[in-house]
């Protein structure tokens, strides 16, 4: 009787050492998380935007002449504007991802890089081809898989050699 709970016991202590080390992870990636921030910051060309989706999940695209680019759930890269881009989802406000200094944070390549794919189609899938993953092809033009928020955090984090501060839009 005792191995089985030793078992459950010993998956308890798993799960929350690795809730831990995620968090650690999370937090050396991500200063100002998004909607904690009380800068507002203008995005510019080639920024990296978030928001919300239902308080659990965030949705990401790239902002390009007052527009966000994104990849949309059924597959289509398409430019939107940014009350669109909030649209249907939870969110009420747009996030930049920028510097300590609240400086956008821009490859050189990511706006020519999402104005190239315009309404081309990608095959999304949640976990293998996102939002997020498109985002980060974009800034880094490398085709990596990236399943997450937090995975495109760290990856910002370490491609840009610091920590994300995600502020608020001034728009």
């Given amino acids: 009787m005792p191995l089985p709970l030793l078992w459950i016991g010993a998956g308890v202590v798993t799960y929350l050492a690795s809730a831990q080390l995620a968090n650690k992870k999370s937090n ?3 200063a100002v998380k998004p909607g904690e ?8 060309d ?3 935007v978030s928001c919300h989706i239902f308080g659990v999940f965030e949705h990401t695209g790239i902002w390009l002449d007052n527009n966000i680019i994104e990849l949309k759930g059924n597959g289509l890269i398409r430019g939107i ?8 989802r939870s969110g009420e406000q747009i996030f930049v ?22 309404y081309c189609y990608s095959e999304y899938d949640v976990l293998k081809n996102n939002c997020h993953q498109f985002v980060w092809q974009c800034v880094s033009n490398k085709n990596q898989t ?7 955090n760290q990856s910002l984090a370490v491609f840009f050699g610091e920590a994300v501060h995600w502020q608020r839009t001034a728009i």
């Fill in 28 to 30: 050396t990636s991500v």
């Fill in 37 to 44: 921030g009380n800068l507002r910051v203008v995005p510019c």
């Fill in 46 to 48: 080639g920024a990296i």
């Fill in 81 to 88: 504007s940014p009350q669109r881009f909030l649209q249907q």
């Fill in 97 to 118: 991802a920028c510097d300590a200094s609240g400086q956008p944070l821009v490859s050189a390549d990511a706006a020519q890089c999402a104005s190239s794919q315009l």
């Fill in 146 to 152: 990236l399943t997450s928020f937090a995975e495109l």
